[in-house]
């Protein structure tokens, strides 16, 4: 890391445009614990500044580039710890080799006068492999994040040669940057993180083309950053509503059907997947939906939602909640986007499901609800539209 510092230098003249020029090490041995040679200088007139090495090769590491300085008693420092920016799109900042460098100052005054002074600093290391970043890969490289289960997140997945600190983040189209992994020590190994298309803080992002940048650096200063676009489309918040219930009759006889009239509508901005039997299917109180049509409606993964109705005193618990569901369509399943296997509600639309259930617990007096069930994520507007039904034998 490169510092530009105002640090105060006793009994120096400021009347020379550059003067008082040097290092506090002429030898840099760098181990990754901050070691370094600070070369500072003093500015006798305003004047714009540069700092560059040189290696015997010729080859020219510039460290600061035509930079204004004020003309001022204290004396201007850089702090260079063995490291040098470079043009190489991938390795952004590299650890200088082994090797005597010739270090310029140059200062170019407001008027067009010039100065100039050098000196050697040698580096003795072990020469460090950079962190380069192999095999990066984002998959899928387009996500939807409305959880349908479908290309919801995407997984990022690279190799390390060496440790490193890394950094993720995503840069938006409008130039906005979110950070996602900051200042993570990752090893040698292979390594895997998984976005879900949202902020640290749970933001979802909107739709359009954003670009992944990972930056890796080790301890000896060598930065490496590769660069990859991600697109989301298709992203939004799934959101459903309950909007009217009915079950009745309130009275029957033991073997009886109770109807139950159930309305919903996709109050969200993205399509929601349901499945399950359709509206008119009927169960017997003694059904559970897993077992039903040869397990055909057992719960799926993916985000799907079905609607469903329960009773205060069901003995199953948690795991055999709403054990009566269908599916969340106004359509019948020779119509569904998957025929007969699954349907989407979009935005905006309502279904009217009708449930039907044989009665057959001997007892005098049951108490249903109704409630919208999301496969492996909870139960949403739970208990809702609860009616007791009086038994007779």
């Known amino acids: 890391m490169l510092l530009a510092l105002l640090v105060p230098l006793a009994s120096c003249g400021t009347s020379a445009l550059l003067a008082n020029v040097g290092p506090t090490a002429i030898e840099l041995r760098p181990t990754g614990r901050g070691e370094h040679s600070t070369i500072s200088y003093t500015i006798g007139k305003s004047a714009r500044v540069s700092v560059y090495l040189t290696d ?17 008693p204290d004396a201007y420092a850089l702090d260079f710890d063995g490291t040098a920016p470079t043009t190489d799109p991938i390795l952004k900042q590299k650890a200088l080799p082994s090797g005597t460098y010739t270090y310029t100052v140059q200062a170019t005054a407001d008027d067009g006068s010039t100065a100039q002074s050098q000196g050697t600093i040698t580096i003795v290391g072990t020469n460090p492999k950079p962190p380069l970043i192999d095999n990066l890969v984002v998959f899928p490289n387009t996500i939807s994040p409305n959880a349908d289960g479908i290309d919801d997140i995407a997984e990022i997945t690279y190799q390390l040669p060496v440790s490193a600190t890394v950094d993720l983040t995503f840069t938006g189209p409008e130039g906005s940057v979110y950070q996602f992994v900051a200042d993570d020590k990752e090893g040698p190994i292979p390594q895997r993180h998984v976005w879900n298309g949202k902020t640290v803080d749970n933001t979802l992002l909107p739709d359009g083309v954003y670009t992944l940048t990972l930056r890796a650096q080790d301890l000896f200063g060598n930065l490496v950053e590769r660069q990859v676009p991600v697109t989301i489309a298709g992203g939004g918040q799934p959101e459903v509503k309950i909007t009217f219930t009915n079950i009745a009759p309130e009275a029957i006889m033991k073997g009886d059907v109770i109807t139950v009239t159930m309305r919903v509508k996709n109050t969200g901005d993205v399509p929601i997947r349901t499945y399950g039997p ?12 897993s077992s039903v049509a040869g397990g055909k409606y057992v719960v799926k993964p993916g985000g799907f939602w079905r609607i469903g109705v329960d009773w ?5 618990g948690a795991a055999k909640r709403y054990p009566y569901r269908w599916a969340l369509s106004p359509r ?29 617990q001997p007892e005098t007096k049951m108490s249903f609800y109704v409630g919208l069930i999301q496969d492996g994520v909870g139960f949403f507007q739970d208990r809702t539209g609860r009616t007791i039904i009086k038994i007779g034998f």
């Open 56 to 72: 015997a090769a010729g080859t020219r590491y510039t460290l600061r580039e035509n930079e204004v300085r004020l003309a001022s």
């Open 278 to 289: 359709p509206s008119g299917y009927e169960y017997s109180t003694d059904d559970v939906f």
């Open 312 to 316: 205060d005193a069901n003995s199953g």
């Open 332 to 360: 019948p399943p020779e119509q569904w986007k998957i025929p007969n296997e699954e349907d989407v509600l979009l935005p905006g639309e309502e279904a009217e499901i009708i449930g039907r259930i044989r009665v057959l």
